[in-house]
């Protein structure tokens, strides 16, 4: 903490105007925040991969990803880990929520498509580039509002599919049952997270050698 105030101090005393000063205090906490997610990620990528390892997975390497994220850009190192019988995964991509290529976090994106909703993709360009570390020109923007819409619209779908049609005729089960069970994960600290998980069944029926619910 002295160095980061000794740090800010420096750069207070160098600073020229009002606005470079308040400029360069930002930038240089936003290269901070990055670093440190950085490192905590690469932290959080090997103690996944020794879970993996458990699993039958080896170590094929390390390969650098870069993330843009509303604070900057984050680099960092990951583990490619392989199976013989399987494809081999980045579990730090999936951890995250990445695609392969894909370079804004989902955040990031969500953010973009905010601002887009109420402004023209140049005014949005200009807000990004000024608010964020992260430089943006109005046909990135276009491509990120078009992304975003396509996964909506994609996740209505699975909404709609997921909810019987108004006019449907339901299925009526002479019995119901309604099984529930939930398990307490316990995190860094003092931390914790429940989670409940319910099934619904009519019954059990016989295929072969195994029963299952139905």
Same mark, same amino acid.
């Given at each position: 903490m002295n160095s980061i105030v000794a740090e800010i101090i420096k750069i207070i005393k160098d600073s020229k105007d009002a606005i470079s000063r308040e400029e360069c205090i930002w930038r240089y906490f936003t290269d901070k925040l990055s670093q440190s997610v950085a490192e905590a990620l690469e932290i959080i990528?090997?103690?996944?991969?020794?879970?993996?390892?458990?699993?039958?997975?080896?170590? !094929?390497? $390390?390969?650098? +990803?870069?993330?843009?994220?509303?604070?900057? !850009?984050? $680099?960092?190192? +990951?583990r490619l880990l392989k199976k013989s019988t399987k494809k081999s995964i980045y579990p730090m991509d999936q951890e995250l929520g990445l695609v392969p290529y894909q370079r804004y976090t989902p955040y990031f994106q969500y953010c973009v498509a905010q601002i887009a909703a109420k402004s023209v993709y140049r005014s949005t360009a200009l807000a990004v580039n000024l608010?964020?570390?992260?430089?943006?020109?109005h046909q990135k923007v276009g491509s990120i509002v078009k992304h975003v819409g396509k996964k909506y619209a994609l996740w209505e779908k699975e909404q709609a599919a997921a909810e019987p049609a108004a006019d449907a005729k339901l299925k009526e089960a002479a019995v119901l049952y309604i099984e529930g069970d939930g398990v307490m994960?316990?995190?860094?600290?003092?931390?914790?997270?429940?989670?409940?998980?319910?099934?619904?069944?009519?019954?059990?029926?016989?295929?072969?050698?195994?029963?299952?619910?139905?």
């Open positions: 990528d090997a103690e996944v991969a020794e879970k993996y390892k458990q699993k039958g997975y080896e170590i !094929a390497r $390390r390969d650098w +990803r870069t993330i843009q994220c509303i604070f900057g !850009a984050v $680099r960092f190192k +990951r608010l964020t570390p992260v430089e943006m020109s994960i316990r995190g860094q600290g003092q931390k914790k997270r429940e989670i409940h998980r319910f099934q619904i069944a009519e019954g059990v029926e016989t295929c072969g050698n195994r029963r299952q619910l139905t």
